[in-house]
């Protein structure tokens, strides 16, 4: 198969699962394993064409041409394929840590749950080969419509208030912001299609570029950037497997994802730099990193805390994009993988914990990591990633990002970058410390602690670890942790290819 | 000329009929002045200085437009029409409220919507 | 003459012939056959006109055989093609729909005559497409609406009584104003045929009597499409009447009206008088944002979702409108496509609350609670439909919206752009509002449900379905709305007014 015949099928794939899943419903476990496999061969699909692949002569699908001379269109470049390679990746091993996370919390309407997220995928898969502005635009709707569903999933009247919150807030600056923005460029370039160096001729108003940028930055609901970030902690109402792959991978990143290619391949990294506009929101970034991590720092909730660490993960990469700087874009689209796979080991363990132990808040975990070694030391992996320490990945993408600011000259935002570090070990690394180093509060005297081997203690804790399956997926996520700071060469190269 | 003013007036007055008025057939009243004014306005339009009727006789050079007094005519039909249908109207909405005045409507409507607010 | 010669004359001979022979049935299910027959007879027709049209040009029928100025010429042109194309459908789909509606809608007495105004109803609308003469515009309008007006009364609830003589009145009105401005046309220029007056008017049309009978004939359209401020009679109207009726409405009669008055605005006095001489353009413009602005809000608090769909249907006439009031190639051709857009939106809206209104008996917001998952496919429908008319990619809706603020931004009236965007989000509040009760909200007691029979799922489908596929290739559409302006305009007065228009 050639790369073209590959982009034609690659979104049909997990669309045919959805079909699948659909049809299936009556054998649990038949229905699981359509999403399991589907996921194996959309994964390799992904490596076949990103080998496939010469970056001089990409290959082009069209879907439909809905208006003259705009057409939906697929075409992969490597941020793109960056993406496409960690969603395909991490869909079914986020689809065997939701097997293990439905069955043992016993949760209902799950094939609606497999199929809703089938098509998410399809969706985020849209997102990351779009080809030009207008289909990104489509897809990403799509992937607001597919994900609601997952969210409002409990249907509860908090799931609904979070439903309403998601979408209004996504739909309302994607339509009053994004579309707007996209339909003026049209109107002023007469093209969406994404191109290296941006698609605004030489001489367009600075003024206006600037406010074309402002609207579709903060049009990008997704990307949550303060004000528009109410809509994620909001979602931590969805079952954890949903936080998980949505929203530190699918749907945070397609949102991160769409600023990078605007400010890379509508704007280009060059323009960008002299945008008054982009001055702002590198600014307006920083404010965000700071703030959500300090809001962080006051939640006990432990998803709510990752949900706010998320948002300012995210910031990060809006960071790296406005800085226009080679080394930023580099960093931010490396943090794509990094955070990727350091957030979903956070979320599964939360989950994880959720499910064996019912706790939520980070107050109710000292002393846990007796119980849940295994889990615990996941935990440790994903958030020295996110902190940025060595070995975990986080470290490279960080240190890029850093790079970035020092070749931009914003000695600010780079101390920010670094307070915001400091931040994260605050709130990240406290968990899992308190977790094995202090004593877990018995419930019927708080001042005594329970010891696993104690003789004259009536309570034991005995190791009590997550369902199976959500082990295997923490594990795997846990070790790309370290995979990508031990081999981040094939990850360094893709970037280095979106910033030539 | 004096016929211009003429057809304004009934213009006017039956406008303000339609408008003022609270009972049914008053506005339906109304309407048909609002309309007679537009056929007076027409006719006197087509009205050739010297002309005498628009019907072949014997003897007369000299014939007013017979183009007004045919869309007139179409006209007059359509006003008789909305009259009956109105006045059809009306006696379903007597028959349905026991009144055909606007404001006992409004308020036995008013009530339904209350009703239909809390029960249902 | 060949028989494709007499098609403009037959699309409005056949039903207004079946028409009085609908009325003599004596059961419904017989009037429901013919009335079905004759407009199917005629949505053929027109597809065959259409293609005449589009390949030899405009098609000239004179009555009678007397040849205009004299006689009355039916012509037919790409945008009368166009507009008859959507009305003679929509009819046809929804007489497919509605017999089981309209049965339990109306006693067993008066269902034939429900179709045969039905039928004349449909005989107005396509006669308003098709005449080439201004007073046979206003012949039409009124049988069309005297017929709507009997529609609209034989609603289930008492207030549909109300909403229909409200609707006379002011329709009454309405019409009588169009004549009036037609008789000023004819006072100056002696003709009644649309290209002579074209012809005859800009020599006079410095004059006031040609301004007022301007001002007149814009008022008396403005009422008849619902233009903002002049819509006071539609919610009502639309919400109480059969649902077939308001299905049918929704879709054709303002679009009818609108289509009239670009006639009389492009067609007869002109671009450059109509959208240049006369701040027409300005008051569409104002006009239209009102309308959606409004209307969409007023939408979001009402707790009947066929009066909510009405305002909707307001506040989609101001997109036109607004459309129209750019006065730019774009923004013309805009409006004709939403035109076509919203035709299958509202139809297949209306005909899915039909549907509900079928089952459960009624159309309160809170007593669709819970149908999502007992009407799967009818909720589906009103879930897509209800996405084309917020303007989400990939339905129709979104086209129409793209080509509307592309039409905006074209002539640097950004702020514009925004506000016909935050409408879109207005029409997300008011359409999350029925799926949510319509998917999360728990049943309530005592209303059963069932999925709506075949016969009413299908018509709706094939509007969804069109929705979805005019959203992806709008060659059809879009590319038919251009041909139709481009033949109204000429294209050198409409850049060079366009320019002026705007400070």
Known sequence: ?????????????????????????????????????????????????????????????????????????????????????????????????????????????????????????????????????????????????????????????????????????????????MLLATIWTYQITGTLDFTRGGVFPEGTDKGVMSILLLLFIFGTGKAALMPFHRWLPAAMVAPTPVSALLHAVAVVKAGVFTVLKVAIYLFGIDSIADLQGAHFLSYAAAFTILVASIVAMGKDNLKARLAYSTISQLAYIVLGAMIGTSAGVIGGSMHIAMHAFGKITLFFCAGAILVATHRKNVSELDGIGKRMPLTMAAFTIGALSIIGLPPMGGTWSKWMLIQGTLDAGAWILMVVLMISSLLNIAYLLVIPMRAFFACEKSKEDPTKCIHPDARDHTEVAEVDEAPAACLIAIGVTAIGCIALFIFPDGLYQLAQEVAR | MYNYWLAVFLMMAGFYVVIAQGNLVKKIIGLGMFQTSVFILYVSMGKVEGGSAPIVTEGVEVYSNPVPHVLMLTAIVVGVATTAVGLSLAVRINEAYGSVEEDDIQELDDELDKIQESGL | MSFSDHFPVLVVLIPLLAAPLASLFTKGRAAWALALAATWASFLISCLLLKQVLTTGTVRYYMGGWKPPWGIEYRVDVLGGFVLLIVTAIAALVLTFGRRSIKSDLPEGRRSIFYAAFLLCFTGLAGMTITGDAFNVF?????????????????????????????????????????????????????????????????????????????????????????????????????????????????????????????????????????????????????????????????????????????????????????????????????????????????????????????????????????????????????????????????????????????????????????????????????????????????????????????????????????????????????????????????????????????
Not at chain 3, 164 to 187: C, D, E, V
Not at chain 3, 280 to 306: E, H
Not at chain 3, 402 to 428: H, K, N, R
């Open chain 1, 1 to 177: 198969m050639n790369a073209e015949m590959i982009l034609q099928l690659l979104i049909l794939v997990p669309v045919l699962c959805a079909i699948c899943i659909v049809l299936l419903r009556r054998n649990p476990n038949v229905r699981e394993a359509v999403t399991l496999v589907f996921g194996g061969v959309l994964f390799a699909m992904v490596v076949m064409l990103a080998t496939r692949i010469s970056w001089g002569d990409p290959p082009l699908v069209m879907l439909a041409e809905p208006f003259p001379g705009l057409s939906l269109a697929l075409s992969p470049e490597p941020l793109g394929i960056l993406f496409a390679l960690i969603a395909s990746f991490l869909w079914p091993i986020t689809a065997i840590y939701a097997i293990g996370y439905m069955r043992g919390h016993g949760e209902s309407n799950q094939t609606r749950f497999f199929a809703c997220f089938a098509l998410s995928i399809a969706a985020t898969i849209g997102i990351s080969m779009a080809a030009n502005m207008l289909t990104l635009f489509v897809f990403y709707e799509l992937l607001t419509l597919a994900t609601f569903p997952l969210v409002t999933h409990a249907g509860t009247p908090d799931a609904k208030r979070a439903g309403r919150i998601y979408l209004g807030i996504l739909m309302g600056t994607s339509v009053a912001l």
């Open chain 3, 139 to 503: 012949v039409f309008l009124e049988i069309s609406s005297l017929s709507s007006y009997a529609l609209i009364s034989m609603g289930r609830d008492r207030r549909a009584l109300n909403a229909a003589f409200q609707y006379l009145i002011m329709g009454s009105i309405g019409a009588t104003f169009i004549l009036i401005g037609i008789g000023f046309l004819y006072m100056m220029t002696g003709t009644l045929n649309m290209d002579d007056l074209a012809q005859r008017l800009p020599a006079v049309s410095d004059t006031n009597t040609i301004r007022a009978g301007f001002a007149f004939l814009t008022v008396g359209f403005g009422l008849k499409l619902a233009l903002f401020p002049l819509h006071l009679w539609l919610p009502n109207a639309y919400a109480y009447a059969p649902s077939a009726v308001s299905a049918f409405l929704a879709a054709t009669a303002t679009k009818v009206a609108i289509y009239s008055l670009l006639r009389f605005l492009l067609g007869i006095f002109g671009f450059g008088f109509a959208l240049g001489a006369m701040p027409f353009d300005m008051i569409l413009i104002g006009l239209g944002l009102a309308a959606i602005l409004s209307a969409s809000l007023v939408a979001v608090f009402q707790k009947n979702v066929k009066r909510m769909l009405a305002y909707s249907s307001v506040a989609q006439v101001g997109y036109i409108a607004l459309g129209i009031g750019l006065a730019s190639q774009t923004g013309l051709s805009a409006a004709v496509l939403h035109l076509f857009n919203h035709a299958m939106m509202k139809g297949a809206l209306f005909m899915a609350l039909g549907a509900i209104a079928f089952r459960i008996g009624s159309s309160r917001i809170e007593n669709l609670a819970g149908l999502g998952k007992r009407m799967p496919f009818t909720m589906a429908a009103i879930a897509i439909a209800g996405l084309s008319l917020i303007g989400i990619p990939g339905t129709a809706g979104f086209v129409s919206k793209w080509f509307l603020v592309l039409g905006t931004l074209e002539q640097g009236l950004w702020p514009l752009a925004a506000l016909i965007l935050f409408g879109s989000f207005l029409a997300l509040i008011y359409v999350g509002r029925i799926l949510e009760a319509a998917y999360f909200g728990t049943p309530k007691d005592g209303i059963e449900a069932r999925e709506a029979p075949i016969g009413m799922l299908i018509p709706i489908w094939i509007l969804v379905i069109a929705n979805i596929y005019f959203g992806l290739h709008t060659d059809f559409s879009y590319g038919l709305a251009e041909r139709a302006v481009a033949d109204l305009l000429p294209a050198a007065r409409a850049t060079v007014d366009a320019a002026e228009v705007m400070p």
